[in-house]
């Protein structure tokens, strides 16, 4: 299983950008997908997590109404849609796989077993 997250960068307070994981070796539409962040010095943290049926969505109050998760089973592919940013959403942003995640566990990074390799997201004052 590999998961490639791109779509990181550099952008202004209020601005947004789209993060994107795409992933191969696995039959995608089984797996729930989840982005994580860590800032340096910082653990890593939940940010979203979709499952793999009926595309149901969950968000850490740090992001929630600002960011959506969302899912395209025909490319493989997760995506972070991040809007208003605030320089505390600076972080390296990994995406994250399992096919056995219950919905208890969906915030815990303990119950993803495959993980990309991060893209960096730096939010300017």
């Known amino acids: 299983v590999q998961l490639q997250a791109s779509g990181g960068g550099l952008v202004q307070a209020g601005g947004s950008l789209r993060l994107s994981c795409a992933a191969s070796g696995l039959t995608f539409s089984n797996y729930a997908m989840a982005w994580f962040r860590q800032a340096p010095g910082m653990d890593r943290q939940f940010v979203a997590a979709i499952k793999s049926r009926g595309g149901f969505t969950y968000y850490s109050e740090f992001v929630k109404g600002r960011f959506t998760i969302s899912r395209d089973n025909a490319k493989n592919t997760v995506y972070l849609q991040m809007n208003n940013l605030r320089p505390e959403d600076t972080a390296v942003y990994y995406c994250?796989?399992?096919?056995?995640?219950?919905?208890?566990?969906?915030?815990?990074?303990?119950?993803?077993?495959?993980w990309g390799q991060g893209t960096q997201v730096t939010v300017s004052s």
């Open positions: 994250a796989a399992d096919r056995s995640v219950i919905q208890s566990a969906l915030r815990s990074q303990n119950a993803y077993a495959y």
